[in-house]
């Protein structure tokens, strides 16, 4: 059974920090990634990066501000979310896939999904 276990999200003020983690269980997989999702939208890709971390793949709303990492060791990802802003509020949901794809921004890719965890940007 894989799970998908989210956490460090919260509240913060515009120009804040916060950094996302997502601990998986059951097995390794070969990429993982961020998507969000605000009120009345559509979920959104933000970051993803394949098994040995030396590709990363970003939208362009998170560029220059979010850098995605990951520890195999820990099956770990994480979203290290710098200079955020009010639009960046949504609840933010860890996806894996369990083999390669180019597809890494479409959703319907993903294989596993976490349960997703609340960021707040006030301005």
């Known amino acids: 059974q894989v799970q998908l276990v989210e956490s460090g999200g919260g509240s913060v003020q515009t120009g804040g920090s916060l950094r996302l983690s997502c601990a998986a269980s059951g097995r390794t997989f070969y990429t993982m990634g961020w998507f969000r999702q605000a009120p009345g939208k559509e979920r959104d890709f933000v970051a993803a990066?394949?098994?040995?971390?030396?590709?990363?793949y970003y939208a362009d709303s998170a560029k220059g501000r979010f850098t995605i990492s990951r520890d195999n060791a820990k099956i770990t990802v994480y979203l290290q979310m710098n200079s955020l802003k009010p639009e960046d509020t949504a609840v933010y949901y860890c996806?894996?896939?369990?083999?390669?794809?180019?597809?890494?921004?479409?959703?319907?890719?993903?294989?596993?999904w976490g349960q997703g965890t609340q960021v707040t940007v006030s301005s």
């Open positions: 996806g894996v896939i369990r083999s390669w794809s180019l597809l890494v921004d479409r959703g319907h890719v993903y294989d596993y």
């Open positions: 990066i394949n098994w040995s971390g030396g590709r990363t």
